[in-house]
């Protein structure tokens, strides 16, 4: 019964917190209110039996506690103003509160995490304890950092929020495109670092992968007149769908090349088919989705449209200026129209100072010197390569492709 219980408070978690938070006013003070909900249903639920509306009964009794807690405010007449309920409103109700109220409850939480008033690691940590569900040692687990740290990494940016007065608001106007790019950038952060672990012994960890999936699904449905959303969406459902081919039987990488395509997703690329359709096509995710795309149309590595994907990264990288963007475009190019041509825009990014300990940078160039028979400087770069990454995994691979 109490794994059953924790099961469902981990799958409505979310909710519960947004709805208390839109009565407090502080997610730290609303994830306290959602644990108190919890405990409730751990006491009440093994004699009472699991309700038919598990999330229903959490999100109502941790309501009426987030108004029991106003009311013993000095200021709670103020603050039950605000947000419309009168003192007597304190009766859970029999079925579901209004879908389109936990929604928007829901949406104002997600900004709220992602605000950027916090560090990037800090929205990162925050985001997946509030939407995410998990706990602080798991937390930990998937970002390789001491639990402490992590504790206290969550800790500060709740405080953080409370010092700032961030609002439980989804922002409109000019700030939302800023406060919505903040968000798309921590759900990308948190699948790139499933999905190509920087550091550790394993090269994906899907766990991380799936919550980024998720919460990008979850905010696709919550935004449908966005289109980066559905471009972020996109783009997650394509790369989730190559997970299965990305490792071999004994966990060692393998390179797109080599991948076993029928290993592939089918469904998840489907989704990603669809999530593109409605993104319309012209933003930075949108654009890496169209990369994708092509990817997962070839059926075999040598069907790839490569001369498609150097001109979408061409238009990336006008859009975004990042010099990653220019090196995997110089691999694009240097599929399309040879290793001389992706050598030669390689080496003009070897003074770029955002790729001096970029690991890629000579593992790309180590590849492109091997096509050209350049054997000797490329088993060199392959080795430099292999001293810059964290992942003992990937730091095989390179060292293992010097040595050949």
């Known amino acids: 019964?109490?794994?059953?219980?924790?099961?469902?408070?981990?799958?409505?978690?979310?909710?519960?917190?947004?709805?208390?938070?839109?009565?407090?006013?502080?997610?730290?003070?609303?994830?306290?209110?959602?644990?108190?909900a919890l405990v409730a249903a751990l006491e009440q639920w093994p004699e009472s039996g699991v309700p038919d509306k598990p999330g229903a009964w959490l999100t109502a009794t941790a309501r009426r506690r987030a108004i029991d807690l106003v009311r013993r405010k000095e200021t709670y007449a103020r603050k039950l103003a605000e947000v419309g309920r009168s003192l007597e409103d304190t009766t859970p109700p029999p079925d579901p509160p209004d879908p389109e109220n936990i929604d928007d409850d829901l949406l104002?939480?997600?900004?709220?995490?992602?605000?950027?008033?916090?560090?990037?690691?800090?929205?990162?940590?925050?985001?997946?304890?509030?939407?995410?569900?998990?706990?602080?040692?798991?937390?930990?687990?998937?970002?390789?950092?001491?639990?402490?740290?992590?504790?206290?990494?969550?800790?500060?940016a709740k405080r953080a929020l409370a010092t700032a007065g961030v609002g439980f608001e989804v922002p409109y106007g000019e700030d939302r495109a800023a406060r919505l790019s903040s968000v798309l950038e921590v759900i990308y952060l948190i699948f790139n670092e499933g999905y190509t672990a920087t550091a550790g012994d394993d090269v994906v960890r899907?766990?991380?992968?799936?919550?980024?999936?998720?919460?990008?699904?979850?905010?696709?449905?919550?935004?449908?007149?966005?289109?980066?959303?559905?471009?972020?969406?996109?783009?997650?459902?394509?790369?989730?769908?190559?997970?299965?081919?990305?490792?071999?039987?004994?966990?060692?990488?393998?390179?797109?090349?080599?991948?076993?395509?029928?290993?592939?997703?089918?469904?998840?690329?489907?989704?990603?088919?669809?999530?593109?359709?409605?993104?319309?096509?012209?933003?930075?995710?949108?654009?890496?989705?169209?990369?994708?795309?092509?990817?997962?149309?070839?059926?075999?590595?040598?069907?790839?449209?490569?001369?498609?994907?150097?001109?979408?990264?061409?238009?990336?990288?006008?859009?975004?200026?990042?010099?990653?963007?220019a090196l995997n475009r110089a691999v694009a190019v240097s599929m399309a129209e040879g290793p001389a041509a992706g050598l030669a825009l390689v080496d003009a990014l070897r003074e770029e100072p955002a790729l001096k300990d970029y690991h890629l940078l000579p593992s790309v160039r180590g590849d492109l010197l091997?096509?050209?028979?350049?054997?000797?400087?490329?088993?060199?770069?392959?080795?430099?390569?292999?001293?810059?990454?964290?992942?003992?995994?990937?730091?095989e691979l390179l060292l293992e492709r010097s040595a050949r």
Not at 2 to 17: F, G, K, N, W
Not at 114 to 139: F, K
Not at 217 to 239: K, S, T
Not at 371 to 391: P, V
């Open 1 to 36: 019964m109490t794994a059953t219980i924790e099961a469902a408070y981990r799958i409505e978690s979310p909710r519960v917190i947004a709805a208390a938070a839109r009565i407090v006013r502080d997610v730290g003070i609303a994830e306290e209110i959602a644990q108190d």
């Open 108 to 156: 104002r939480l997600i900004f709220t995490a992602c605000h950027p008033v916090l560090p990037t690691a800090s929205r990162t940590a925050l985001t997946l304890r509030l939407l995410g569900g998990l706990t602080t040692a798991e937390i930990a687990r998937a970002l390789l950092a001491a639990e402490p740290a992590v504790a206290q990494r969550i800790v500060r």
């Open 206 to 325: 899907p766990a991380l992968c799936e919550d980024a999936l998720r919460l990008a699904r979850v905010l696709a449905a919550l935004m449908p007149g966005e289109p980066e959303v559905h471009g972020l969406a996109a783009l997650l459902e394509f790369q989730a769908s190559r997970i299965p081919a990305r490792t071999g039987p004994d966990g060692a990488p393998v390179l797109l090349a080599d991948q076993n395509r029928t290993r592939w997703n089918r469904p998840l690329m489907r989704r990603g088919a669809d999530a593109l359709a409605r993104a319309g096509g012209g933003g930075p995710y949108a654009l890496q989705a169209a990369i994708a795309a092509c990817h997962a149309r070839a059926a075999r590595y040598e069907d790839t449209d490569w001369a498609m994907i150097a001109t979408l990264y061409g238009r990336l990288l006008t859009l975004t200026g990042s010099p990653v963007v």
């Open 370 to 395: 091997a096509r050209l028979g350049r054997d000797a400087e490329a088993s060199e770069e392959f080795r430099r390569a292999a001293s810059l990454t964290h992942n003992e995994r990937e730091r």
